[in-house]
Nanobody, 121 residues
Framework: QVQLVESGGGLVQPGGSLTLSCAAS????????MSWYRQALGKERELVAA????????NYPDSVKGRFNISRDNAKATVFLQMNSLKPEDTAVYYC??????????????WGQGTQVTVSS
């Protein structure tokens, strides 16, 4: 069964750093583009980082560009989100997302359960 298990969330002070991890299983991780999304209370879910299946290309919205970094370890089937210079507006539930392409070119999307990140003094 496909699983995306997130960890690393918690409480951090403004200006601090936090690294989230997402451990994947149940599919061929090396064929999946991975992303992180977040959803704050009262707001819609938004993309915060994306990385290609090989890790050769990344994408970030302006709100986190220069502060967040997405990376992956295909050998460990894990994707990371390194968050630096955190701001209170970064407070949200962060979700791991996988877009899988099979060898027959079929596509599937999977979501993790989410992990809470709270940035507060």
């Amino acid at each position: 069964q496909v699983q995306l298990v997130e960890s690393g969330g918690g409480l951090v002070q403004p200006g601090g750093s936090l690294t989230l991890s997402c451990a994947a299983s149940g599919f061929t991780f090396s064929r999946a583009a991975m992303s992180w999304y977040r959803q704050a209370l009262g707001k819609e879910r938004e993309l915060v980082a994306a990385i290609t299946s090989t890790g050769g290309s990344t994408n970030y919205p302006d709100s986190v560009k220069g502060r967040f970094n997405i990376s992956r370890d295909n050998a460990k089937a894990t994707v990371f989100l390194q968050m630096n210079s955190l701001k209170p507006e970064d407070t949200a539930v962060y979700y791991c997302n996988a877009n899988v392409v099979t060898v027959t070119r079929l596509r599937y999307t999977y979501w993790g359960q989410g992990t809470q990140v709270t940035v507060s003094s």
